[in-house]
């Protein structure tokens, strides 16, 4: 991701420094601000940079960030799950600091015209403060010198300003410095009270499908590509692109097509580009002669990471859409008490987890006692509700129903009744 320069700027006005603070953060952070799961459908590309030098060190005293970085970058797939919306949340309470909006380009992407980006800034209190940058400008819902409480959305993700890719620029400061809020070999300012995972294995994020070839528009960061799940018999190109993250960590690719009958009807080599997230493309002319359920094999250093079955019928009038796979709901905490930010996790495939490849986004309904507290649809894989919506003795649930856009797909719900 590129800098933030508006928002660095701003840090530095500040008096802040690309470094991590000496004085411990004056309260910790219980959730990760972005709607998603890190190390599913969020990828964290950049750390904050420890090396007070020209040199790179990130928090596990390796290379995720870039020279000066003061925050974590959290990428998201693509425009594509921009249009949907992918909210970004109040990581503590605070009032608002700072707001700039209006800026044009929610959707940049390589070179900009623009270093200013959309973003919001929290004072938290006790001399801590939070950034959050690169917010699509018609989204921020905050004003300055509004107080807000922790879980409340202020915005939505974007690629506003100088930004390469859509994500959140997330930044958290105390006494005037920027600090890393994951402990590892290189980072010890402990500044979560659950810290999130971070994976260091390679995973595949996405496996898209297309009769047309993933070019211009159709292809990534855009995605406006039209996804099926069925082709009809007969010689067909069949387009494939596979999204893969922690690339460098991968190992070799391989593609692997089936028949129904198990036999191999194309089998290559393919591997992803990049170092952190990146995609591989192929467009295969197959003989598709056997109706039925084929199957998609994809291997990363020799070990399958992704199965994806298409179906093959004898003719159009047998193609249609399909309603998104069901999927399971949970809650974080488990067991939450009044007072808690609450988050409602999502646990589905990322590859399967609709039978015609479509970009699932879900609609999280929020009861507290009975009462619609929060409704929001979403393209992630989770979503937050504030802490101040649910009360002490009330059953707080969450209904999360997915959809392809067009048909929704079977509802699950989480629910736990608080504390009184």
Known sequence: MKKTITTFAVLLALGGAAAAAADPPARLLSFYPQAGIIGQDLYVTSFVDLDEGPGVRDYACGGHSYDGHTGIDSMIRSFREVRIGVPVFAALDGRVL??????????????????????????????????????????????????????????????????????????????????????????????????????????????????????????????????????????????????????????????????PDGTIAYAGALSASGSRAGSAKRRLKLSLAQLGRWRLEYELGGKIVAEAPFD???????????????????????????????????????????????????????????????????????DALRNDAARPGETLTCEVTPSDGRLRGPSATAGATLPT
């Open 98 to 259: 700072s707001v700039q909006q209006g800026v044009g380009g929610d959707l940049n992407w390589g070179p900009t015209v623009s270093n200013f980006d959309n973003h919001v800034i929290l004072d938290h209190g006790g001399e801590q403060q939070s950034v959050y940058g690169h917010l699509a400008g018609k989204s921020i819902t905050v004003k300055k010198g509004q107080w807000v409480a922790a879980g409340t959305q202020i915005g939505l993700t974007a690629s506003s300003g100088n930004s390469s890719w859509p994500h959140l620029h997330f930044t958290v400061r105390q006494s005037f410095a920027p600090y890393e809020p994951f402990v590892g070999a290189c980072g010890a300012t402990a500044g979560w009270a659950r810290q999130p995972p971070i994976p260091e294995d390679a995973w595949v994020a996405d496996v898209a499908l297309s009769a047309k070839a993933f070019a211009g528009k159709a292809d990534l960061p855009y995605d406006e590509a039209v996804r099926t799940g069925t082709f009809v018999r007969g010689v067909r190109f069949v387009n494939v692109r596979i999204e893969v993250r922690n690339v460098a960590a991968a190992g070799p690719g391989r593609l692997s097509i089936r028949r």
């Open 312 to 382: 093959v019928v004898a003719t159009q009038k047998r193609v249609g859409n399909r309603a998104p796979n069901a999927v399971a709901a949970s809650l974080e905490p488990a067991s939450p008490r009044a007072g808690e930010v609450v988050v409602c996790r999502v646990a589905t495939s990322l590859v399967t987890e609709d039978p015609d490849f479509e970009i699932v986004r879900y609609r999280y309904s929020w009861r507290s006692g009975g009462r619609l507290v929060r409704q929001v649809t979403s393209a992630a894989l989770s």
